[in-house]
């Protein structure tokens, strides 16, 4: 495949492949690619019997296997020290699986083992999200991917986005749900549903979320309400939303924010619902 230029919109990991979105220059089509990807991480200890009772516990993982002992400069000092190194083989369950090994094994040294596995990808490869990029790929696998831009450039080409705006009245507790109003509006055209046959109405919603296919989503009160009221009933009707790109997306339905203090205010966020493929503000 020649190379081809345009905006990487986002990635993310995915069993063993980091998911790539991207939107060409000149083409209306998005692009879904991906890349194998298993990254390492290690641990540190200098007792052999302590690494030998970890590499038991790592056995009956699914997400690691074990590679072997290696030398890594370190970040703060220079130096050179000497760790073993683990392969991820399951980005989907590593973070589960490694704080389970890091209950167990606590007195163990971790390294590379926190870091979001898409903030890794970026830090590694110099991309992040909305870069202009040279790419190339072959059916569904990216085989390259050039960055065009700096994180610290201030002048250059806006990504061209499809923006859709979701407008809707709901209400949810943790014992029922109900719809009482949707509009789905991109540009000039606007669509509103009435919510008697919810069947209906989210296979409608559907099919213009496939047609229109916009890159973002924006909603007034989403995390908090109307986001997790679409995906409940949606949820209860066995009827997966296409809001995200990505297909089979399985989401625990949250209720609860959480609070903070921020400089001697007490901040409350609600919970987020980001989407997988496309961006929700």
């Not at 072997?68 to 589960?96: I, S």
């Not at 590379?112 to 970026?122: A, H, L, N, R, T």
Request: aromatic fraction near 14%; charge should be negative.
């Amino acid at each position: 495949m020649p190379e081809q230029t345009g905006w990487l919109f986002g990635y993310y990991p995915m069993g063993q492949e980091m998911v790539f979105w991207l939107i060409p220059d000149g083409g209306e089509d998005r692009l879904r690619l991906v890349s194998p990807y298993a990254p390492s991480c290690y641990v540190e200890t200098r007792d052999p019997k302590k690494l030998d009772r970890f590499l038991v516990s790592l056995s009956k993982t699914t997400a690691f296997v074990p590679v072997g002992k290696t030398e890594r400069k370190d970040f703060w000092t220079g130096k050179d020290r000497e760790l073993f190194e683990l392969k991820v083989v399951n980005l989907d369950r590593a973070y589960q699986e490694i704080n389970q090994l890091y209950r167990k094994h606590p007195d163990l040294s971790y390294y590379d083992c926190d870091i979001p596995f898409e903030q890794f990808f970026g830090y590694k490869h110099n991309l992040f999200p909305s870069v202009r990029c040279r790419f190339r790929y072959e059916g569904e696998n990216l085989l390259e991917c050039e960055p065009l831009e700096e994180t610290g450039d201030t002048n250059y080409p806006a990504m061209p986005l499809r923006v859709a705006q979701l407008h809707g009245e709901a209400y949810l507790d943790p014992r029922r749900a109900s719809l009482h109003y949707l509009a789905l509006q991109m540009g000039d055209a606007m669509i509103e549903w009435e919510t008697d046959d919810l069947s209906d109405l989210f296979h409608s919603l559907n099919a213009y979320l496939d047609d229109w296919d916009p890159d973002l989503i924006w909603t007034t009160g989403g995390d908090s309400l109307l986001m997790p009221c679409l995906f409940h009933l949606a949820g209860r009707l066995n009827i997966p939303l296409h809001l995200d790109r990505e297909l089979n997306i399985r989401r625990k339905i949250s209720l609860e924010g959480r609070s903070y203090v921020s400089y001697g205010r007490i901040v409350y966020r609600d919970p987020d619902y980001p989407l997988w493929g496309r961006w929700h503000i």
